[in-house]
T-cell receptor, first 113, second 114 residues
Framework: GENVGLHLPTLSVQEGDNSIINCAYSNSASDYFIWYKQESGKGPQFIIDIRSNMDKRQGQRVTVLLNKTVKHLSLQIAATQPGDSAVYFCASPMKTSYDKVIFGPGTSLSVIP | SQTIHQWPATLVQPVGSPLSLECTVEGTSNPNLYWYRQAAGRGLQLLFYSVGIGQISSEVPQNLSASRPQDRQFILSSKKLLLSDSGFYLC?????????????FGQGTRLTVV
C-alpha cells in the first residue's frame, strides 16, 4: 500500500552535533517530498521540500538528500540545537492522486544539552 | 498571506455525544482541504480530503464524516463519539495547482472521549 515510512522512531543527539533523519518511500509516492517539524502539541510546520529532479537541497542548517535509486531521502540538521527537539515527518503526495498527501510515522528527535 | 484557523484547541466529550470541529482558511481560493488524525506518539492518518465545495473523499471508514459547505470551510463531525475517536485532529490546506505544493497545518484539536 501507499507508505512513506521512516527507519528510526527515536533519535538522541548531543547539542552541536549533526542529526540525520531517514525516510524510505514506496513506488506509489510522487516525485515531490516534504519534511515537516512538529513540536509538542502543535501542528506540523514545513521545513524543506525537494523535487525528484534534484538530489540535494539546502536550507538554513538543513539539507535534504534524495536517492531515487533506493527510494530514500534524509534530512540533515547541522549543529543541532535544543529547539530542534521535535518529531520530524517526511511526506509525499501520492502518484495516483496528487491531492492525497501521505505522511510517514515520524522520528522523534531529542537534543541532549 | 494565508492563514488557517482550527478550533477548539482542546475538547473533552463523553462517549456517544456528537462532534463538530471546524477549520477555516483565509487568503487563498479553492484550496485542497484535509483532516488528519494523530494518535499519541504516532504519525498522521489521513481521514478526509476535499478538492472543492461539497466534494469529500474518505480515506478511512469510521464513524466520522466531513463536509465542506463553503470554499474555505471544512468541518469534521460525528453523530456518536467512540473512545477510539480520541486523538489529535489536524486540519490542513494546500494549493490546488499540481503535485508540488506543501500542506499548511492548523494548530490542532486535542479530543479526549471519556
Amino acid at each position: 500500500g501507499e507508505n512513506v515510512g521512516l527507519h528510526l522512531p527515536t533519535l538522541s543527539v548531543q547539542e552541536g552535533d549533526n542529526s540525520i533523519i531517514n525516510c524510505a518511500y514506496s513506488n506509489s509516492a510522487s516525485d515531490y517530498f516534504i519534511w515537516y517539524k512538529q513540536e509538542s502539541g502543535k501542528g506540523p510546520q514545513f521545513i524543506i521540500d525537494i523535487r525528484s529532479n534534484m538530489d540535494k537541497r539546502q536550507g538554513q542548517r538543513v539539507t535534504v538528500l534524495l536517492n531515487k535509486t533506493v527510494k530514500h531521502l534524509s534530512l540533515q540538521i547541522a549543529a543541532t540545537q535544543p529547539g530542534d527537539s521535535a518529531v520530524y515527518f517526511c511526506a509525499s503526495p501520492m502518484k495516483t492522486s496528487y491531492d492525497k498527501v501521505i505522511f510517514g510515522p515520524g522520528t522523534s528527535l531529542s537534543v541532549i544539552p | 498571506s494565508q492563514t488557517i484557523h482550527q478550533w477548539p484547541a482542546t475538547l473533552v466529550q463523553p462517549v456517544g455525544s456528537p462532534l463538530s470541529l471546524e477549520c477555516t482558511v483565509e487568503g487563498t481560493s479553492n484550496p485542497n482541504l484535509y483532516w488528519y488524525r494523530q494518535a499519541a506518539g504516532r504519525g498522521l492518518q489521513l481521514l478526509f480530503y476535499s478538492v472543492g465545495i461539497g466534494q469529500i473523499s474518505s480515506e478511512v471508514p469510521q464513524n466520522l464524516s466531513a463536509s465542506r459547505p463553503q470554499d474555505r470551510q471544512f468541518i469534521l463531525s460525528s453523530k456518536k463519539l467512540l473512545l477510539s475517536d480520541s486523538g489529535f485532529y489536524l486540519c490542513a490546506w494546500r494549493a490546488w495547482e499540481g503535485a508540488n505544493t506543501e500542506a499548511f497545518f492548523g494548530q490542532g484539536t486535542r479530543l479526549t472521549v471519556v
